[in-house]
């Protein structure tokens, strides 16, 4: 699907499921389910990897930007290429990715922004919460953050009409047979323990994509790409989970 030419309420048509959140347990596959979009598609995406795992395998150079995350204080080191920009990859603190965020989604050529993920930017924001901050202010800080992301994501794709894609981890479950908590992203705070949904106009989880977990039935906690995966499995494609969504509401053919 691609949105560039698109008025702004061509774009809102189409867009109205979105933000739409991904979760999963990891290596499910998340992260790869952009390489199915097509190089046109490609060109209009921004990825922001935020856990930094070098996704996807195919070719960087085919996105329109790829977004890492870049500590406040960079220390000074001998390899003068450490956190910086080149060609599509760019670095950003986590105080200049609200910015950056807001300037792609309401870029007339980004029709979809993937963040990957929401699990490692809380992670982030309560790292800096906690080194900035004392006490009781520690979690006043991050939930007010937190409460601007979640505002800037909403309002800015609902008025903009934008594909925002927001992949999580489940929250693993302390007991086996708890299978109640792996439906819920997780996150830090008490406050928004089961809520982060609710921010969302569509949640995704395994059962509904169908992601597959083989990766993590068969190798535990080692990280296999996609490519080097001996396992036949059904590829887990973007492209299917965005026709599906664009069409909501629309008449069925008969």
Not at 16 to 36: D, H, L, W
Not at 205 to 221: G, H, L
Request: aromatic content about 8%.
């Amino acid at each position: 699907m691609t949105l560039v030419g698109l008025d702004r309420e061509e774009r809102l048509k189409v867009t109205r499921a979105y933000p739409c959140m991904i979760v999963s347990a990891p290596n499910c596959g998340k992260s790869t389910c952009v390489e199915f979009l097509t190089p046109e598609e490609k060109k209009e995406t921004v990825i922001l990897d935020l856990e930094l795992k070098g996704l996807p395998e195919d070719d960087l150079e085919l996105y329109r930007t790829i977004v890492r995350l870049k500590p406040s204080e960079v220390i000074h080191s001998t390899n003068k290429n450490l956190y910086k920009d080149t060609g599509n990859i760019k670095y950003k603190t986590l105080a200049e990715l609200s910015i950056y965020l807001r300037a792609a989604i309401n870029h007339k050529d980004v029709s979809r922004i993937v963040i990957d993920s929401f699990t490692a930017y809380a992670t982030a924001l309560e790292t800096q919460c906690v080194s900035v901050h004392n006490g009781f202010q520690q979690w006043v800080t991050y939930n007010a953050e937190l409460s601007a992301f979640f505002a800037l994501i909403k309002e800015e794709c609902r008025t903009t009409g934008t594909l925002l894609y927001l992949l999580a981890h489940y929250v693993p479950a302390k007991d086996s047979k708890d299978k109640d908590s792996e439906n819920f992203a997780k996150v830090s705070g008490s406050k928004w323990y089961r809520l982060i949904e609710s921010q969302m106009s569509t949640v995704v989880t395994i059962e509904d994509f169908q992601f597959r977990a083989d990766n993590t039935e068969s190798y535990n906690s080692t990280r296999v790409p996609r490519s080097l995966n001996p396992l036949s499995t059904e590829e887990n494609s973007l492209v299917e989970l965005e026709n599906l969504l664009c069409n909501l509401g629309k008449p069925k053919p008969e």
